[in-house]
């Protein structure tokens, strides 16, 4: 069984990848997560941490919750809305202004529902301002003491996928996705629950990549939706407990001291200057005081583009990060 997404020459033109975690995506994945037990080393901390916060939500948020994303198996479209939502305001918004046909239709993936979940598939306003009121207060006490980790773990998979492209077109962008993803042009390929085919026919595709996304990618259920697939990124085994990314002590960090040592890490794969903020975890000026230093020592270039400016390692910067890696090699 997998999943093939067919690509026309136009779609080669139209593929995109999300510009950060998409919050409607990670908290459907999330609680689908939350009830499973495999994984135990990627998601195991987050669990424990999360079901103790879980316990202040009320009883019938945690019901409609659980309900709606199970375990296993699939969850409505209208959770998800196709447009990826630039925060949880706007993807909340989006779900809740779901038509009621859509949302009969949507909701029909799952058993059938119980009494008290009825309403939610008419439409009724009641039930809809308590799905919104339990998808924020599920954000509050699951994502929202991670979410500076989870978009750098983005940023950090986004810097990736933008080398490919810029090395090898977007054919090297869709090579970049394996093991997960397998490009055989011109169909991606995929390990999924069901046989499927996917024919973007020149819409394009969204590739949203996702902390909570684990194994095996996942894309919307109604072919005729605009396009998304979502993919699991890499994390470290304590991605769900550490606030930031350190550098361990070694010639760098005595050089530059250990948070610019870290700015020069995080700057190899190239970035911006929130993004280097997130993962060093420092505030946006403060990033900003760092770029400076390490911009005039020569060891990193910055490029304005619009009103994000891009960071990007010298010459140098690169043999200074070469260097100190040979040298903590030869010292073991």
């Known amino acids: ?66 309900y709606l994303a199970p375990p296993v198996g699939d969850f409505p479209d209208f959770l998800t809305p196709p447009q990826t939502a630039p925060d949880l305001a706007s993807g909340i918004e989006a779900t809740l202004s779901t038509p009621r ?44 003491p991670i979410w500076t980790r989870l978009q750098s773990l983005i940023d950090a998979d986004r810097a990736v996928r933008a080398r490919a492209l810029l090395d090898h077109g977007t054919d090297g962008l869709l090579r970049s996705l394996r093991p997960t993803l397998r490009w055989s042009p011109p169909v991606l390929e995929a390990d999924y629950p069901v046989d499927r085919d996917l024919h973007l026919a020149g819409r394009g595709l969204l590739l949203v990549p996702s902390v909570f996304c684990h ?42 001291g250990s948070t610019r040592a870290a700015a020069l890490r995080v700057i190899e794969d190239g970035c911006t200057t929130g993004e280097l903020a997130r993962r060093i975890g420092v505030t946006p000026p403060t990033a900003s005081q760092h770029t400076t230093a390490l911009r005039e020592a020569d060891l990193i270039v910055s490029t304005r583009h619009h009103n994000r400016v891009l960071h990007t390692l010298t010459p140098l910067g690169t043999a200074l990060l070469t260097s100190n890696a040979a040298s903590k090699r030869a010292a073991r």
Do not use: C, K
Request: hydrophobic content about 40%; charged content about 25%.
């Open 1 to 66: 069984m997998g999943l093939r997404v067919h690509f026309t020459a136009d779609d080669l033109s139209r593929v995109r990848v999300a510009r950060g975690p998409d919050a409607m995506w990670e908290i459907v994945l999330s609680a689908s997560q939350l009830a499973r037990t495999e994984g135990r080393a990627v998601f195991g901390p987050w669990r424990a941490q999360t079901r103790t916060r879980l316990r202040g939500l009320p009883g019938p948020q945690s019901r409609l919750i659980r």
């Open 101 to 144: 046909r859509r949302l009969r239709q949507d909701l029909a993936v799952l058993p059938g529902p119980p009494g008290w979940a009825r309403p939610l598939a008419d439409g009724d306003r009641n039930t809809l301002a308590e799905l919104g009121e339990a998808l924020r207060n599920y954000h509050r006490a699951a994502l929202a």
């Open 215 to 256: 194994r095996t990618p996942v894309t919307l259920i109604d072919p005729e939706l605009p396009p998304v697939l979502v993919y699991p990124i890499a994390q470290p085994p304590d991605w769900g407990t550490r606030s930031a990314d350190r550098v361990p002590d070694g010639t760098l960090s005595r050089l530059l």
